[in-house]
C-alpha cells in the first residue's frame, strides 16, 4: 500500500488508467470476436436448414419468386395506402357526419322577399321508393352502371374512361362511382388535385362499408348539385318544372339526369339547348345500358323537356355568395344552445337597387368596354352604417363566379390617399396648410405626378382635388418626422382600422394606392368619413331566424359596434376635401343633381385599374373598372367610366328617399341644397324611377315594433305563470294580432 501511495506520488494513476482502459478494449474485442463467431455459426445453421426447403429450375421462377417479389411489392403498396388513407379517413372523425345536416339559408331582402337560397336542405320526405323508376335508371345510365355490382370503385368503368379520354386527348368521360362523387359531396371539395382523388377512392370504400347500396344512391340524389342553387333532384324538379321529383316524365326526368355532370353547363334556364342535347345522350345511355328500348324513349326524343321560363329571374349570386359566407362564419358565434342548421335570414339587400347597380355596370360595360379596352367591373353600395345593399361581383355571373367586389386584390390608386390626408390631419396638419408639389425621392424611387411636371405651392386640399401623387408622399415623409417608414406605418394603421384588411406591405408607393385592396373593404372604410370619424362593418346580414321563425340574431343587438378611427374634426375637414374632388376635381362626372358628394377617383399605372369611391349623407358606393389578367385599359381613369358609372347608380338610389347631408359638412352651395319641396316631390315616384318606399323614420318605427313584440314574445314564453293566468280567447286574439303585425312588419322596408 505504501508502493502504491508512492507510484502514485510518482505518477502510478496514469499507469493505472492505462491498464484499465486496456483490459476494456481487450474485453470489448473479444467480446466481438465471440459475438462474430456465433453469428458465422447461426447463419450457417439457418442456411442448411433453409437448404432443405431450395427450389430450382422451372419451378422457382414460375412460383418462388414472383411470389416472393409480390409479397415485397405488396409490403410496400399497403404501407403507401395507409399513409395515404389516414388524411382520408381524418375527414370522418365527426361520428355524426350522416346525421349532422350541411347549414341551409334562405335569404330575404330588406323588405321581406325570398330572394335565393344556399346550402343543402335535406328532404327526407321522399324516399327512394317514391322516385320514378325512370328518374332511377336515367342516373344509373348515365353516372354508374355498375352501381349494384362494384364494390365502390368501378375498375372496369375506370379503364373504359381513362381509355375514352386519351384517345380524345382531353376529359370526355368520368370514371367515378356515385359512392366516390357522394363521398366527395358529404367530405371533400370539388378542387381537382390527385390528393382529392386518392381520399375519395378510400372514402368510398369506407361508406360502401358503413352503408347499403340503396341508402347511398338516395343520399346522392338528395345531396348533388344541380344547378340554380338547388341541391337534390326534388329541389331541382321543383325549381325547373314546378312540380315533385316523384311526378317528373321521362323527358324531364333525362333532363335532370343530365345535369350530375356540370350543372352550370347544362342547366336548363342558362343554356336550353345544351341542356336537351345532354338529355339526349342520357336517352342514348339508357339504351345502350339495356334499362330502355329505343322504342321506350322514342316520345321522350319526339318531345323533350321544357323547363320554367326563368331568363328574367336574375337573382343576385353574387351578393349571395358572399352572404352565405357571412352567414357560415356567423353561425360559428351563436350560442351553444342554437343547434339548428336551417335559417331564414333578413338580408340588407335591396332588390331594386341591387338590380339598377347591375345594370349600371353590366350598361357601361357593354357601351364603353371595347373603347377603352376594358371587360370586368365591381361595384359595392352600402348604407353609410355598413348595410350593404347593392353589389356587382362581375359582368355575367354565368360565365364567371369569381366574386370581384369581395375577392378580388386591386390596386387603389390614388382612392388610396383619403388615407394618407386623413392621418396628416390627425398629426398637424390643417386643410388649408401649404405643401410644395416638387421633386423628392425615397431611395432609389422617385415617384412622378399623372400628369408630368410639378406644380409648386399649394394647399391640402388643392394638393387632393388634384390628386398630386408627389405630395401624398411627401406627407408620409412629414408624418413620420422625416422617417418615410414610421409615416407609412401610421397611415396603414389608420386604414386597418377603417376596415382594410388586405395586408398593405410597407413599400414607398403605398401612399399613393400601390398596395392592394378589395372593393368591399375599400368602400366599407370609406363609411368613417360620412360618420364623423366612426368606420361601420360592412354586413349583409340584419336578422337570422331559425327555421319555426324564432329571432335569433339581429345586426343593431348582436353585431359589431362602429369603431371611432379618427376624431370629427378631422373628419369634417376630410368631407369638406373630398367635395371639392367631386365639384372641382376629377371626379366632375359624379356630380348628382341636388345631392351633394364627396369623394376620390383612383388611377394605378398602365391604367389596369380604375376607381372611384364616393358617398352622400345617405350612401357609400365603390366602382371599379379593370380585366382579369390584368392587361393595359385604353387611358380610362377613375374620373372617366367609374365616376359615370358611380353617378349612374347613386342618383337612381337617392330617388324617392328621404335625403340626408353629410355630417360636418361646411356650408352649402346652390346645387348641394336640397328643398323641403324638392324633398316632397322626390318622395313621388316618377315614372319608369324608383318605387316608393317608406321614409327612414317610418321603417325604424316598424322595426321598433317588430322587436318589442320579439321581446313580448319571450317574456311569455318563459313565463309559465303569466301564461296559465291569460284565458284561451285572449291568446287566440293576440296570437292573431302578433302574426298580423309581424307579417305587416316582414313586408315593410328596414331602411329610407
Known amino acids: 500500500m505504501r508502493d502504491l501511495f508512492h507510484d502514485n506520488e510518482r505518477g502510478g494513476w496514469k499507469a493505472w488508467w492505462r491498464r484499465f482502459f486496456l483490459d476494456l478494449d481487450s474485453r470489448i474485442d473479444f467480446g466481438l470476436y465471440q459475438a462474430k463467431t456465433w453469428g458465422r455459426e447461426l447463419y450457417e445453421r439457418f442456411t442448411v436448414f433453409m437448404d432443405r426447403f431450395h427450389v430450382a429450375g422451372w419451378r422457382r421462377w414460375y412460383f418462388v419468386e414472383p411470389i416472393s417479389e409480390g409479397l415485397s411489392l405488396g409490403s410496400g403498396g399497403l404501407l403507401v395506402m395507409l399513409a395515404l388513407a389516414i388524411p382520408a379517413f381524418r375527414e370522418t372523425s365527426d361520428d355524426d357526419w350522416l346525421k349532422k345536416s350541411e347549414l341551409a339559408v334562405t335569404f330575404l331582402d330588406r323588405y321581406g322577399n325570398e330572394v335565393g337560397s344556399r346550402g343543402i336542405k335535406h328532404n327526407d320526405s321522399l324516399q327512394l321508393e317514391e322516385f320514378p323508376d325512370h328518374l332511377i335508371k336515367a342516373t344509373l345510365a348515365t353516372e354508374d352502371r355498375r352501381f349494384y355490382d362494384h364494390f365502390g370503385i368501378d375498375i372496369p368503368g375506370l379503364f373504359r374512361a381513362m381509355t375514352a379520354n386519351a384517345r380524345a386527348g382531353g376529359v370526355v368521360q368520368g370514371g367515378s362511382s356515385i359512392s366516390q362523387q357522394l363521398a366527395k359531396n358529404l ?84 343554356n336550353l339547348p345544351a341542356a336537351r342535347a345532354r338529355a339526349n345522350v342520357v336517352l342514348d345511355n339508357l ?116 366574386n370581384r367586389a369581395t375577392d378580388a386584390l386591386r390596386q387603389p390608386g390614388s382612392s388610396f390617399k383619403p388615407y394618407v390626408y386623413a392621418t396628416a390631419l390627425m398629426n398637424g396638419f390643417k386643410p388649408t396648410s401649404v405643401v410644395v408639389d416638387s421633386p423628392v425621392c425615397i431611395g432609389n424611387w422617385c415617384p412622378k405626378n399623372y400628369g408630368g411636371g410639378f406644380g409648386g405651392a399649394m394647399t391640402l386640399t388643392e394638393a387632393l382635388k388634384r390628386s398630386v401623387n408627389v405630395i401624398a408622399v411627401k406627407l408620409s415623409i412629414a408624418i413620420g418626422h422625416g422617417n418615410p417608414k414610421k409615416g407609412r406605418a401610421m397611415i396603414r394603421d389608420v386604414a386597418r382600422k377603417a376596415g ?160 340626408r347631408q353629410i355630417p360636418g359638412i ?87
Open 187 to 270: 367530405f371533400l371539395s370539388n378542387e381537382r388535385t390527385l390528393e382529392r382523388k386518392v381520399k375519395e377512392a378510400f372514402l368510398a370504400l369506407w361508406l360502401e362499408t358503413r352503408l347499403p347500396k340503396n341508402e347511398i344512391l338516395k343520399l346522392y340524389l338528395d345531396r348533388a348539385y344541380l344547378g340554380g342553387g338547388t341541391f337534390g333532384v326534388d329541389a331541382a324538379a321543383q325549381y325547373y318544372f314546378n312540380k315533385s321529383a316523384r311526378d317528373v316524365n321521362l323527358a324531364e326526368a333525362a333532363m335532370l339526369a343530365g345535369l350530375f355532370k356540370a350543372p352550370s353547363k347544362f342547366a336548363p334556364h342558362i
Open 666 to 752: 361646411a356650408g352649402s352651395t346652390g346645387r348641394a341644397v336640397v328643398s323641403d319641396a324638392r324633398k316632397e316631390k322626390e318622395s313621388v315616384p316618377t315614372e319608369g324611377g324608383r318605387p316608393a318606399i317608406l321614409t327612414r323614420r317610418g321603417t325604424e318605427s316598424l322595426l321598433r315594433v317588430e322587436r318589442m313584440m320579439d321581446d313580448a314574445t319571450r317574456a311569455l314564453a318563459t313565463s309559465p305563470r303569466e301564461r296559465s293566468k291569460t284565458t284561451d280567447a285572449q291568446q287566440g286574439g293576440s296570437g292573431q294580432r302578433h302574426q298580423a303585425s309581424a307579417t305587416q312588419t316582414e313586408q315593410a322596408p328596414a331602411g329610407d
Open 287 to 402: 339504351v345502350d345500358a339495356g334499362f330502355m328500348t329505343e322504342g321506350q324513349v322514342f316520345g321522350a326524343r319526339r318531345n323533350p323537356a321544357t323547363p320554367v321560363d326563368r331568363r328574367d329571374e336574375r337573382s343576385p349570386n353574387y351578393y349571395l355568395d358572399w352572404a352565405f359566407d357571412e352567414m357560415k362564419k356567423l353561425v360559428e358565434t351563436l350560442p351553444k344552445s342554437v343547434h339548428e342548421r336551417v335559417f331564414v335570414v333578413r338580408l340588407a339587400l335591396d332588390s331594386d337597387l341591387q338590380k339598377n347597380a347591375e345594370k349600371a355596370v353590366e350598361n357601361s360595360l357593354r357601351q364603353y368596354g371595347r373603347e377603352y379596352n376594358v371587360k370586368q367591373g365591381a361595384s359595392v353600395l352600402m348604407e353609410v352604417d355598413g348595410a350593404v345593399r347593392a353589389m356587382v361581383g362581375g359582368l355575367d355571373y354565368g360565365e364567371s363566379q369569381f
Open 500 to 659: 382594410i384588411r388586405t395586408p398593405l406591405p410597407d413599400t414607398p408607393s403605398m401612399p399613393i394606392g400601390a398596395d392592394e385592396v378589395t372593393v368591399l373593404d375599400h368602400t366599407g372604410a370609406y363609411t368613417m368619413f360620412a360618420n364623423l370619424g366612426k368606420a361601420y362593418t360592412p354586413h349583409a346580414v340584419l336578422e337570422v331566424r331559425s327555421g319555426a321563425g324564432e329571432l335569433i340574431w339581429r345586426w343593431d343587438r348582436d353585431g359589431k359596434k362602429p369603431v371611432q378611427v379618427i376624431p370629427p374634426q378631422v373628419a369634417s375637414d376630410m368631407v369638406n376635401m373630398m367635395t371639392k374632388v367631386v365639384e372641382e376635381g376629377t371626379a366632375r362626372r359624379a356630380i348628382l343633381d341636388g345631392i351633394r358628394a364627396a369623394g376620390k377617383t383612383g388611377t394605378t399605372n398602365a391604367y389596369r385599374d380604375a376607381w372611384f369611391v364616393g358617398y352622400t349623407g345617405n350612401f357609400v358606393c365603390g366602382v371599379w373598372f379593370g380585366n382579369d389578367d390584368y392587361k393595359t385599359m385604353n387611358q380610362m381613369t377613375g374620373g372617366s367610366l367609374p365616376a359615370q358609372t358611380w353617378h349612374e347608380i347613386m342618383a337612381y338610389s337617392h330617388e324617392g328617399i328621404e335625403l
